[in-house]
């Protein structure tokens, strides 16, 4: 059985953030790291989030998860663990997804809707995977993204 995480590089938006929780949680992946701005389901009390958890349904009670403030030292101790990271990304090295042989264990980046992931992440990383755009937008998502590419990856 694969072993799946999730990175979420600052994601701006709590509906993505609880949205892919709740994805997250179906599909069986392990843990999510919240990075940077990415909103977590506690405030910054120790309160739990209704606006989160109205999205998540609970998924943020389910599956472990934990808050950094920067991705590189995320991805070393995943590495140091051998995870293999991959990001999901519209890049020139790109890998199309439905092509890509998933490792036994990997964590998977997604990164912020607007600025997409971090340059230096994706320089640490050990793929770059795109999703295949048929229609005429150029993204999907990033909720939906990584329902399809987690999906994908665990088969």
């Known amino acids: 059985m694969k072993t799946a995480v999730l ?10 953030t609880g949205s892919i929780f709740r994805t997250a949680d ?19 009390f ?13 998924a943020e009670e389910s599956i472990e998860w934990e808050y950094a403030a920067e991705i590189l030292p995320v991805i070393k101790e995943l590495k140091s ?34 600025e997409g992931v971090n340059t230096e992440a994706l320089e640490k990383c ?14 999907l998502n990033v909720s939906v993204a990584t329902g399809i590419a987690v999906f994908e990856l665990l088969k």
């Open 126 to 139: 050990d793929g770059i995977l795109e999703i295949e755009m048929k229609g005429e937008k150029e993204s």
């Open 26 to 44: 179906c599909l069986g992946v392990s843990k999510i790291y919240l990075i940077g701005t990415t909103p977590a389901p506690l405030d910054r």
């Open 7 to 16: 990175i979420l590089d600052n994601i701006r938006s709590v509906e993505n």
């Open 81 to 114: 663990q051998n995870f293999k990271i991959l990001a999901l990304e519209q890049h020139e090295n790109s890998k199309d997804l439905k092509d890509f042989k998933s490792p036994e264990m990997f964590a998977l980046i997604l990164g912020n809707e607007v």
């Open 46 to 58: 120790g309160r739990k989030r209704p606006d989160f958890a109205k999205v998540a349904l609970g």
